[in-house]
């Protein structure tokens, strides 16, 4: 069983190999004692929430309240005049497309300097604040490798409040709006993290196992373009075509056609291999630059966490330097308490997006950054 003595902030930005600050975790229990009901009285509006249909009615209880605390945490350290008109709701999901089968579920929030806007629906100019539980969506994509999922995340960028994390501008483009701005922090249980971070070595021997992979399904795609015949039936065909000329041509104009069939004919399989030699060529320079890695980085190269963005056949080098490259990591599933209800946070991943060209949202920023204690939210991994 894990204490709440033994659970610590643990709050990281993707990859942390540096130590940090830990901050000492009360119980829930004591948390939610000690925070106000929702700030009714303060410019806060409630919007309704959203959940996905037939959520199990306990769990469905458990997370509502638990959002409910999310939302006074927030209100508490935006009690100022912020000349806007903040928003709040929650948003609550199955757990049938997790990798492990706990509940995800959202407190969120918006900063609305105009008319209130839809807080499920595409942001707009406002600001965007969300605590999200069990799911790391805000900070991974997803990543095929030799036909295995894997995760693909961004690297810690900066410290705040001694505590290292991730902030970043929106990758796609904007069609009439302006670049969002992301700042994204992830609280997780002391000393371990969700994901295991995969080492350029496992990269490296996975990659090669999808080079080989590739291979075999051009070779099965070839075979349907370029059946090949047994000897028996290369012997038949052969002769066939001889007869053939024999009975064309006479004399020296026999010879001479017979001598060009032997001289240009191709069994099956010589043909076969000639194009899937050339077809494979580019595999086979693949295979060769990673088994060169493999066998010529030192250990502790090898070692290193894997920045890769793009699929086997098109690796090249690692994207460490890269400006936005991200590491490739997997679920670490012996993180999680099997012990505990589904409904529980085991992490919780925080974002605050906005425009930076914005004043009031510089404003609310600045708010943000100076009174919001992240590491309060150790309180909700306790027991």
């Keep these: 069983m894990r204490t709440a003595a033994a659970i610590r902030c643990y709050c990281i930005c993707l990859f942390l190999s540096a130590s940090i600050t830990l901050f000492p975790a009360v119980s829930f229990a004591q948390y939610a004692a000690a925070t106000h009901p929702i700030l009714q009285g303060a410019q806060w509006q409630k919007q309704e929430d959203y959940a996905e249909q037939h959520l199990p009615g306990k769990q469905f209880g458990e997370m509502k309240k638990i959002v409910s605390s999310l939302a006074s945490w927030l209100q508490l350290a935006c009690t100022d005049s912020l000349t806007c008109t903040p928003a709040w709701c929650g948003a609550y999901f199955s ?228 400006p936005g490259s991200r590491m490739l990591a997997r679920w670490n599933l012996d993180y999680f308490d099997k012990n505990i209800s589904l409904a529980r946070p085991q992490f919780l991943v925080i974002s605050w997006q906005y425009d930076p060209a914005d004043p009031l949202a510089i404003r609310i920023d600045r708010q943000l950054r100076e009174k919001l204690e992240l590491c309060d939210l150790a309180a909700l991994l306790s027991k």
């Excluded at 509940?103 to 707009?124: Q, T």
């Design 95 to 322: 757990n049938k497309t997790n990798a492990f089968p706990l509940f995800k579920y959202e407190m969120r929030a918006g900063f609305y300097a105009g008319d209130v806007g839809n807080l499920h629906g595409e942001p707009g100019n406002e600001g965007r604040f969300v605590i999200t539980a069990n799911d790391l969506s805000v900070m991974q994509q997803t990543f095929q490798l030799n036909g295995s999922p894997y995760l693909s995340i961004r690297p810690s960028a900066s410290l705040y409040q001694g505590i290292l994390y991730n902030e970043f501008a929106n990758e796609k483009e904007d069609t009439g709006s302006a670049a969002r701005f992301t700042r994204a922090w992830l609280v997780s249980y002391a000393d371990r993290l969700p994901y295991t971070v995969i080492s350029r070595r496992e990269y490296l021997e996975a990659a090669t196992k999808e080079i080989l992979a590739d291979k075999e399904r051009m070779r099965d795609d070839l075979k349907q373009r370029i059946p090949v015949k047994s000897a028996a039936e290369e012997e038949a065909v052969k002769a066939r075509e001889i007869r053939e000329i024999e009975n064309m041509y006479t004399g020296a104009m026999r010879d001479n056609r017979v001598r060009m069939y032997l001289a240009s004919y191709k069994p099956d399989s010589v043909y076969f291999k000639e194009n899937f030699t050339a077809l494979s060529a580019p595999l086979d320079a693949d295979s060769l630059l990673l088994d060169s890695l493999l066998k010529k980085s030192p250990v502790e190269e090898l070692g290193r966490p894997a920045y890769v963005s793009v699929p086997a056949h098109e690796f090249k080098s690692f994207e460490d330097s890269v």
